[in-house]
């Protein structure tokens, strides 16, 4: 089975493709620059492993949570390949996407969190089941200071904590985990080969729908502060204690 895997949703940009399992990437850090790269790093990993875009069976978006415009993106695409090519499509979570790396690390029970600026983060946990990353707590978005951590088995270890989120607010969400991770990765970025790792087994189950039905994973509908809560912000970090 031959698939496609797509994801925008941060800062990075990733293509992914699986030819009857064998699996190859590119990945770059993009900025804003999704829409001039993309295209490209599509067209020349087709190129490399020497097929055409109608010799794909299925394909996978990246939907989310991370930055709008980026989900856009890369929603957008995907749909738009798959409506042309009448083919079947699945969306994967960028939280599960971190979560899957981590688990192909050893990891047992993993937070994945993202910072989603505008004092929030999304965040999620996993588990380990069968060498894939299966929702253990919703993913949602949480002021980070407020957020109420996942309880954890006592053998939930090793834990994983990764994503930008860890790195924005690492003291504050470690300080509200009951258990110390294994490790902490804030640098850790959504793959689009680790969607596809989760998307083979929905292919395999029959669960892949028609591409017009890929919905971003948002998880809030709010771009930005509004003028009046930026300003709040700005004399709160001025009255910080030094």
């Not at 050893?106 to 965040?123: K, S």
């Not at 951590?149 to 009951?178: C, M, T, Y």
Request: aromatic share 6%; proline share 5%; with cysteine.
């Amino acid at each position: 089975m031959n698939l496609l895997a797509i994801d925008t949703a941060t800062e990075a940009c990733s293509v992914a493709l699986s030819i009857d399992g064998e699996c190859r990437e590119r990945f770059e850090i993009a900025g804003r620059e999704h829409s001039q790269k993309l295209p490209a790093m599509f067209a020349s990993l087709l190129a490399e492993a020497g097929i055409a875009a109608s010799q794909l069976d299925g394909l996978v978006a990246g939907i989310g949570p991370g930055s709008f415009a980026g989900v856009r993106i890369g929603v957008s695409f995907v749909k738009g390949l798959g409506l042309g090519l009448d083919r079947p499509a699945v969306g994967i979570s960028s939280l599960a996407m971190l979560a899957q790396a981590a688990v192909a690390r050893g990891a047992q029970v993993v937070v994945p969190a993202i910072d989603a600026r505008m004092n929030q983060i999304y965040v999620g946990a996993y588990r380990a089941q069968q060498g894939f990353a299966a929702l253990l707590d919703a993913e949602t978005v949480q002021d980070p200071k407020l957020w109420l951590a996942p309880i954890l088995r006592l053998d939930a270890n090793p834990l994983a904590a990764v994503g930008s989120g860890w790195l924005a607010w690492s003291e504050v969400l470690l300080s509200r985990l009951a258990q110390t991770p294994a490790w902490v990765d804030g640098s850790a970025l959504p793959h689009a080969l680790d969607a596809l790792v989760l998307a083979q087994a929905e292919f395999a189950a029959g669960s892949a729908r028609s591409a017009s039905e890929l919905i971003p994973n948002y998880l809030r509908n709010r771009v930005a502060l509004t003028q009046t809560e930026q300003i709040a912000a700005r004399l709160a970090a001025r009255q910080k204690p030094v």
